[in-house]
């Protein structure tokens, strides 16, 4: 069984991905409220609603270039702090790997982890201050670590998304340190974060979808 997605599948993946970030939308609606401003969820699902929008509109000829739209219409779209954040995620792959029409795991780590330092970058952030990088780092961490062990991309991304709810878990425990979230200091201990927790969705949705595909070949 090929090991990698061709191009109409990374597109479907999307519409996946999409479709699961705006039925969270109350979900995340509820956590911002209680530690921000309350409108996470309605941003993210703004953002992907327009990547499902653009997705149906346009063809491309790499990943890369899918990547880099889908990062563009986040950023147009959403706005604000989550906007760059998490149009960052997807812009910034876009150069870290040759230019492909094929998505395996060596490249979506490549252009993951490209994307984890640009955004560790512009936030001044790291894992601890409670914000998305708690569920982000670690699944980048798992997707390097099963690329080099030559793992499949199946389970690279599964185990991505392992890693990416057990740092939702873990954000439970940490005080803000950046964003609204900080004003409310110690009270944020005992929620997680809700850019962390978008990231786990993003990461489940990638792994159900691809795992959906290979029990459909």
């Given at each position: ?10 597109k ?6 999409s479709?699961?970030?705006i039925?969270s939308?109350q979900?995340?609606t509820?956590?911002?409220k ?11 699902a ?12 346009m ?18 779209a959403?706005?604000g702090?989550?906007?760059v ?10 150069g870290?790997a ?28 790291k ?13 980048v ?14 389970e ?9 709810k ?18 409310y200091?110690?009270?944020?201990i ?8 978008s ?19």
């Amino acid at each position: 069984m090929k090991d990698y997605l061709e191009i109409k599948e990374v597109k479907e993946m999307f519409r996946f991905i999409s479709r699961q970030i705006i039925s969270s939308e109350q979900q995340l609606t509820d956590i911002d409220k209680i530690i921000g401003d309350g409108d996470h969820g309605i941003g993210m699902a703004i953002g992907f609603r327009a990547v499902d929008e653009a997705l149906d509109k346009m063809e491309f000829d790499t990943v890369n270039e899918l990547f880099k739209e889908i990062g563009m219409t986040l950023l147009d779209a959403m706005g604000g702090a989550s906007g760059v954040i998490f149009g960052t995620m997807f812009i910034s792959g876009y150069g870290a790997a040759p230019q492909t029409n094929l998505l395996d795991l060596d490249t979506l780590s490549k252009m993951m982890q490209k994307s984890l330092d640009n955004i560790k970058l512009r936030g001044k952030a790291k894992v601890g201050d409670k914000t998305m990088l708690d569920s982000y780092e670690p699944a980048v961490q798992a997707l390097e670590e099963c690329s080099r062990n030559k793992l499949s991309l199946s389970e690279g991304v599964k185990q991505a998304w392992t890693a990416a709810k057990n740092g939702v878990e873990a954000s439970k425990k940490y005080c803000a340190k950046k964003g609204r979230a900080e004003s409310y200091g110690k009270l944020s201990i005992g929620l997680p974060d809700p850019g962390a927790v978008s990231v786990s969705i993003i990461f489940e949705a990638m792994s159900r979808y691809i795992q959906m595909r290979g029990e459909n070949k």
